[in-house]
């Protein structure tokens, strides 16, 4: 089992980096490690290159280095309060169990308020057709009388 070396570690800086150390450290590492401008295999070159830049990618947006410290909170928690019970891992923490989902975002709810009027709207005005049309509402298919 391989295990995933952190996006500070791939850099070399501190979890407490700012921004201006993340971009010295990405420039030195892009210099070093650019398939045109070093001494490793191309495709070796390649691979490295593209993990410093999703690194630096990722710590230097404030949203998306706030997402990646919870996750690696969120697993350093979880290797603590793993328990082993007859040769089974059981995850305390685990939020991906079957039954759990997230809950609706205001734009999910929106829309459903919207469905639930419009298929409303279209009922009451399918009854008021039916009434003025004069066609009772409990009719019986003529395929079925014969």
């Not at 391989?2 to 993340?22: D, F, R, T, W």
Request: hydrophobic share 40%; charged share 25%.
């Amino acid at each position: 089992m391989k295990e995933e070396i952190s996006y500070y570690k791939i850099l070399g800086v501190n979890e407490n980096a700012s921004n201006h150390e993340l971009r010295k450290a990405f420039c030195k590492l892009s210099i070093e490690l650019h398939p045109d401008t070093t001494s490793l295999e191309i495709d070796d070159a390649k691979s490295k290159f593209q993990e410093v830049l999703e690194a630096y990618e990722n710590l230097n947006n404030s949203n998306l280095r706030k997402i990646y410290d919870d996750k690696l909170k969120e697993k350093s928690i979880s290797k603590n309060n793993t328990n082993i019970f007859n040769n089974l891992i059981i995850d305390s923490n685990n939020q991906n169990l079957v039954g759990n989902r997230r809950p609706f975002s205001n734009g999910e709810l929106f829309s459903l308020f919207l469905l639930i009027i419009i298929i409303s709207i279209s009922l009451i005005c399918s009854v008021f057709i039916a009434s003025f049309t004069g066609k009772e509402l409990d009719t019986i298919p003529i395929w079925l009388i014969k």
